[in-house]
Every structure is written in structure tokens, then in C-alpha cells.
């Protein structure tokens, strides 16, 4: 089974900008689509972004679109979530997921594969 690890979380101002990356083993993420997910203390677990096997075909929750873009670099092995004109709210756990079917969707309990979680915080 594929293995999952976050990198780049950290403390950003308003405004700033923050590139996660989403680092597999154990299997290509050809094979896999891909999500992101966030959750903050005492609040639901959130969708954030997800993309197809193939890097295209990219979709995002209401709260992000416009301002974060997410990215799948299949020779890398490495799935990325560049973050900008980020604000308080944004603050949270965020996940990387990987699911078996061709395009990621929205749902979280349908997705196969977790990685750890990285923290990012946006101070006001």
C-alpha cells in the first residue's frame, strides 16, 4: 500500500502564501487520485481540493477556490497545494489522501490512504 507524508506546513501572516507537498512511497500516484483536507480544533473534518490520476481535472472547496491551486507531479511522486492570499480561517491540520479511483472526490470516506497531517497556521 501506498504511504503518505506531508511537508511545508508552518505560521504564515495574512496574506501570505504556503506551498504543502504530498510525498509518496510504496507505490506511484499514477494510480492514485489525489485530495486534501483540512481540520481545525473542535470543527469537521473539511475538503479542501482534489485531483485526478492523470494531474488535471482539478476541483476545490468554496472556501479555497481562487486562491489555492493544487498540483500532481506523477514523475515525482509528489502531490502539492500552493496556498495564497491565505487568512486566518485557513488555520488547520491539513491531510493528503489517495483514493483508488480514476477522479478524487469530496467525501472523505472515500479515499483509501492518509498521510500524517501537517500544521498551518495564519496569524492575524
Known amino acids: 500500500q501506498v504511504q503518505l507524508v506531508e511537508s511545508g506546513g508552518g505560521l504564515v501572516q495574512t496574506g501570505g502564501s504556503l506551498r504543502l507537498s504530498c510525498t509518496a512511497s510504496?507505490?506511484?500516484?499514477?494510480?492514485?487520485?489525489m485530495g486534501w483536507f483540512r481540520q481545525a480544533p473542535g470543527k469537521e473534518r473539511e475538503f479542501v481540493a482534489t485531483i485526478n490520476r492523470s494531474g488535471t481535472s482539478p476541483d476545490y472547496g468554496n472556501s479555497v477556490k481562487g486562491r489555492f491551486t493544487v498540483s500532481k507531479d506523477n514523475a515525482k511522486n509528489t502531490v502539492y497545494l500552493q496556498m495564497t492570499s491565505l487568512i486566518p480561517e485557513d488555520t488547520a491540520v491539513y491531510s493528503c489522501?489517495?483514493?483508488?479511483?480514476?477522479?478524487?472526490?469530496?467525501?472523505?470516506?472515500?479515499?483509501?490512504?492518509w498521510g500524517q497531517g501537517t500544521q498551518v497556521t495564519v496569524s492575524s
Open positions: 489522501a489517495a483514493s483508488s479511483y480514476t477522479t478524487g472526490t469530496r467525501y472523505p470516506i472515500e479515499y483509501d490512504y
Open positions: 510504496g507505490d506511484t500516484l499514477s494510480a492514485y487520485a
